[in-house]
């Protein structure tokens, strides 16, 4: 097992190494469609419509589209279908399956094959109607227990993801002294985001007392310590960058990203207050030639108020242990020390099964100065995180305007 303190220096070196690769790829198309209730839609109908309207946010048809990468919880060979809806012949097809960082983790391959001339447009894509499906949260959790098994896990009966996020929260609480109160903050600031974002599905008001005071779900986390369950779509198209340049959108390259995993099961996890993200981020900062001081902004999963304070600590922003300090006083809400997930993350804006994509998504928007009430002043860079399983895969990307080539 590799933990933080024991990362290779090879392994590390592997972001250098992609160097050659930094802004070689631009996103030259975003979109979501469906986000929060789509009664009536299934998971290809909100992934179709989002795949369109993407492409034609890039000044591109369906025809011009010869790279697919898409995967899904419910379906192993989702790619697929995909295909058939979408009417494509692709050249180059990613199925991978990481959870909710696999978009970010597609990142990477898809840039490789564009460089190669394997394919010219890459559309990345996800949809998932796990709110008003009849098919929802709770039955995909009993199937996995077949598709899926975690047998140091499973026998327990745990709730799971959230008894595994209550685990590194509590050991995080243990170690370093984190307060509820400070896990509090995090879904305060993502509320705060939400409420300048109409896309967002929670804009109503929230306070500290009132995430202490919801309902219990796993010690220490109550309700509003866990994601959204909403319906949703969304869609990006990757091309080369001497390509991006002559369409509508403004590029936003791509200046670095890697994926690490290090576990799958949170009992396998070698220290539950250290994540992947730490090699995942230092590879993809290396890849770029940055750091986090660089960055504008910091779009996070935030799956639970917990994965806040791991990424922030684990991809630079602040030290081991000094996550509930650094976002104590509305550090990481609208006029805080770093935007942080500015759309109102996964907590309050959109979380439909996986939610990496949405984040990319967001960073593409402040990155064009497409953000509407909540545009960042300063939108050079981004760094944009994704989170898989429990704890288990890690994903980062840097992504940038042409300023910051």
């Given at each position: 097992?590799?933990?933080?303190?024991?990362?290779?220096?090879?392994?590390?070196d592997a972001g250098a190494v992609n160097r050659g690769l930094?802004?070689?790829?631009?996103?030259?198309?975003?979109?979501?469609?469906?986000?929060?209730?789509?009664?009536?839609?299934?998971?290809?109908?909100?992934?179709?419509?989002?795949?369109?309207?993407?492409?034609?946010?890039?000044?591109?048809?369906?025809?011009?589209?010869?790279?697919?990468?898409t995967c899904s919880v419910s379906a192993s060979m989702w790619?697929?279908?995909?295909?058939?809806?979408?009417?494509?012949?692709?050249?180059?097809?990613?199925?991978?399956?990481?959870?909710?960082?696999?978009?970010?983790?597609?990142?990477?391959?898809?840039?490789?094959?564009?460089?190669?001339?394997?394919?010219?447009?890459?559309?990345?894509?996800?949809?998932?109607?796990?709110?008003?499906?009849?098919?929802?949260?709770?039955?995909?959790?009993?199937?996995?227990?077949?598709?899926?098994?975690?047998?140091?896990?499973?026998?327990?009966?745990?709730?799971?993801?959230?008894?595994?996020?209550?685990?590194?929260?509590?050991?995080?609480?243990?170690?370093?002294?984190?307060?509820?109160?400070?896990?509090?903050?995090?879904?305060?600031?993502?509320?705060?985001?939400?409420?300048?974002?109409?896309?967002?599905?929670?804009?109503?008001?929230?306070?500290?007392?009132?995430?202490?005071?919801?309902?219990?779900?796993?010690?220490?986390?109550?309700?509003?310590?866990?994601?959204?369950?909403?319906?949703?779509?969304?869609?990006?198209?990757?091309?080369?960058?001497?390509?991006?340049?002559?369409?509508?959108?403004?590029?936003?390259?791509?200046?670095?990203?890697?994926?690490?995993?290090?576990?799958?099961?949170?009992?396998?996890?070698?220290?539950?207050?250290?994540?992947?993200?730490?090699?995942?981020?230092?590879?993809?900062?290396?890849?770029?030639?940055?750091?986090?001081?660089?960055?504008?902004?910091?779009?996070?999963?935030?799956?639970?108020?917990?994965?806040?304070?791991?990424?922030?600590?684990?991809?630079?922003?602040?030290?081991?242990?000094?996550?509930?300090?650094?976002?104590?006083?509305?550090?990481?809400?609208?006029?805080?020390?770093?935007?942080?997930?500015?759309?109102?993350?996964?907590?309050?804006?959109?979380?439909?099964?996986?939610?990496?994509?949405?984040?990319?998504?967001?960073?593409?928007?402040?990155?064009?100065?497409?953000?509407?009430?909540?545009?960042?002043?300063?939108?050079?860079?981004?760094?944009?995180?994704?989170?898989?399983?429990?704890?288990?895969?890690?994903?980062?990307?840097?992504?940038?305007?042409?300023?910051?080539?």
């Open positions: 097992m590799t933990t933080a303190g024991q990362i290779p220096r090879s392994t590390l930094r802004g070689r790829v631009a996103i030259a198309g975003a979109a979501t469609y469906g986000c929060g209730e789509s009664p009536g839609m299934d998971d290809m109908t909100l992934l179709v419509r989002a795949a369109h309207a993407a492409v034609a946010d890039a000044g591109l048809t369906m025809q011009d589209i010869d790279g697919i990468a790619a697929m279908p995909v295909v058939e809806h979408l009417g494509l012949n692709p050249s180059y097809v990613d199925g991978t399956m990481l959870g909710g960082s696999s978009f970010i983790a597609h990142l990477l391959p898809a840039i490789r094959a564009l460089e190669a001339g394997q394919c010219k447009a890459v559309l990345v894509c996800y949809g998932s109607a796990q709110r008003s499906a009849s098919f929802g949260r709770r039955e995909m959790q009993a199937a996995r227990r077949f598709l899926d098994p975690q047998p140091y896990e499973f026998p327990y009966e745990p709730v799971l993801p959230v008894t595994a996020y209550a685990l590194a929260a509590a050991r995080h609480m243990h170690e370093f002294g984190t307060t509820r109160t400070q896990l509090a903050e995090v879904a305060v600031a993502a509320r705060a985001w939400a409420q300048r974002n109409p896309e967002a599905f929670r804009r109503d008001p929230l306070t500290v007392d009132d995430v202490l005071a919801a309902r219990p779900i796993a010690s220490p986390l109550g309700v509003l310590d866990c994601c959204l369950v909403t319906d949703g779509g969304g869609a990006l198209v990757l091309v080369r960058a001497d390509r991006a340049r002559d369409l509508p959108q403004p590029p936003v390259y791509v200046l670095g990203t890697a994926t690490a995993m290090w576990h799958r099961q949170i009992s396998c996890m070698p220290v539950l207050t250290t994540t992947a993200a730490a090699q995942s981020g230092a590879q993809a900062f290396a890849m770029a030639g940055l750091g986090p001081a660089d960055m504008d902004m910091a779009q996070l999963y935030d799956a639970f108020t917990i994965n806040t304070l791991l990424f922030l600590e684990d991809l630079g922003f602040c030290a081991k242990g000094e996550g509930g300090p650094f976002v104590e006083g509305g550090a990481i809400a609208p006029g805080g020390r770093l935007a942080v997930n500015t759309n109102g993350g996964g907590l309050s804006c959109v979380h439909p099964g996986m939610y990496g994509i949405f984040a990319l998504i967001e960073a593409v928007r402040q990155l064009r100065g497409q953000a509407g009430q909540r545009q960042l002043a300063t939108h050079r860079t981004a760094v944009v995180h994704g989170n898989g399983g429990t704890l288990s895969s890690q994903s980062t990307a840097v992504l940038g305007t042409a300023d910051a080539l």
